[in-house]
């Protein structure tokens, strides 16, 4: 719940992650926050900028691009973090620096054929279906080594690591269950593919912010308690 200035919250969620890292003996800059702005005006992610904050998340491309455009003067790093269909990807290739939800191959060789050559390797995350819902995108775990071995390939994408959005846990569940999940295969992916960057696990959101940080995230996704509910 948004309880003060966007400021404000951004304080008392930094000061979340710096306790929770604390009690698993985590380095507190162990964590980066991802500030998640969808449907939030230009003017709330300047708001944070001038916070502190640099790392924003983005669901939908076209009111991306638009923020993007009344922000340039800010050096922001722009995350994509929402769905994305075979036809748009030239514009997450060209003006993102991170992109979280790969699940399949067509996709990710597009947005490396399409990435500028200017620009350094766009950063990927797997989207992992870690819950195995119908509903959800993502790779099945299964399928996840034949996926990130080709992803691996591409020459104008840097394979960073995995991303989840594990399906909603009752009171009394644990939630760290689908993120230690996670966790277990990013490890076995460092072991069947030594060569490459993963050190990410992007997982972790308002709700189950400090249940991610004690299985290992090293991206949070948060909204909500930065800049207040969403309508
Ligand atoms: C909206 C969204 C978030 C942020 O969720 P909150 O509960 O508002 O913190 C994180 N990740 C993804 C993929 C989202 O779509």
Redesign the pocket.
Same mark, same amino acid.
Request: aromatic letters at 0%; glycine letters at 22%; proline letters at 0%.
């Given at each position: 719940m948004r309880k003060g200035s966007i400021a404000e919250n951004l304080n008392s969620v930094t000061e979340r992650i710096v306790t929770a890292c604390r009690f698993c003996d985590r380095k507190t800059d162990a964590v980066t926050l991802l500030a998640?702005s969808?449907t939030r005006p230009a003017a709330d992610l300047r708001a944070a900028f001038a916070a502190g904050q640099r790392h924003f998340g983005e669901?939908y491309l076209q009111e991306a691009l638009e923020k993007q455009e009344a922000l340039t003067d800010l050096d922001i790093v722009w995350h994509f #973090?929402?769905p994305l269909q075979s036809n748009k990807t030239r514009d997450v290739a060209t003006h993102f620096h991170w992109l979280h939800t790969v699940d399949r191959l067509k996709v990710a060789r597009r947005l490396s054929e399409q990435r500028p050559g200017a620009l350094p390797p766009l950063n990927v995350c797997l989207q992992v279906n870690i819950d195995g819902e119908d509903s959800k995108s993502g790779v099945a775990p299964e399928a996840l080594p034949a996926l990130a071995a080709a992803v691996a390939e591409l020459p104008n994408l840097r394979l960073r690591g995995l991303m989840a #959005?594990p399906a909603p846990r009752g009171e009394n569940e644990d939630q760290r269950v689908p993120f230690r999940r996670l966790a277990a295969l990013l490890e076995a992916l460092q072991r069947q593919l030594p060569e490459q960057p993963l050190d990410t696990l992007s997982m972790g959101?308002?709700?189950d912010m400090e249940a991610a940080i004690f299985s290992g995230a090293t991206i949070v996704?948060?909204?909500?308690?930065i800049f207040g509910a969403r309508k």
């Open positions: 998640v969808k669901n #973090i929402g #959005i959101m308002s709700g996704r948060i909204g909500t308690d």
